[in-house]
Nanobody
Framework: QVQLVESGGGLVQAGGSLRLSCAAS????????MGWYRQAPGKQRELVAS???????NNADSVKGRFTASRDNAKNTVYLQMNSLKPEDTGIYYC?????????WGQGTQVTVSS
């Protein structure tokens, strides 16, 4: 059974930093691309950053230069380093692995950025 568990969210002031982690189990982690999504209150879930199995990253325009996805295949973990946080970055952050028809989602971790 595939399982993703996020951690690292919290409350931070604007301009601060957080690092999110997502630990995966039940998959051959090194073979899979991973994605980080967020859902702000009243908005649709959106892709924030992705990282391929080979470590190539792609970011949404809204976070370019501020967020960086990385992975540690030895730990079956993907990370999202978030710097220069803004209040509009507030939301629930989810990791996702595109396996099966709809992929697998973690439970999410709340990030709140105060102004």
């Amino acid at each position: 059974q595939v399982q993703l568990v996020e951690s690292g969210g919290g409350l931070v002031q604007a301009g601060g930093s957080l690092r999110l982690s997502c630990a995966a189990s039940g998959i051959i982690f090194s073979y899979n691309a991973m994605g980080w999504y967020r859902q702000a209150p009243g908005k649709q879930r959106e892709l924030v950053a992705s990282i391929s199995a080979r470590g190539l990253t792609n970011n949404a325009d809204s976070v370019k230069g501020r967020f960086t996805a990385s992975r540690d295949n030895a730990k079956n973990t993907v990370y999202l380093q978030m710097n220069s946080l803004k209040p509009e970055d507030t939301g629930i952050y989810y990791c996702h692995v595109p396996v099966g028809q709809a992929g697998i989602w973690g439970q999410g971790t709340q990030v709140t950025v105060s102004s």
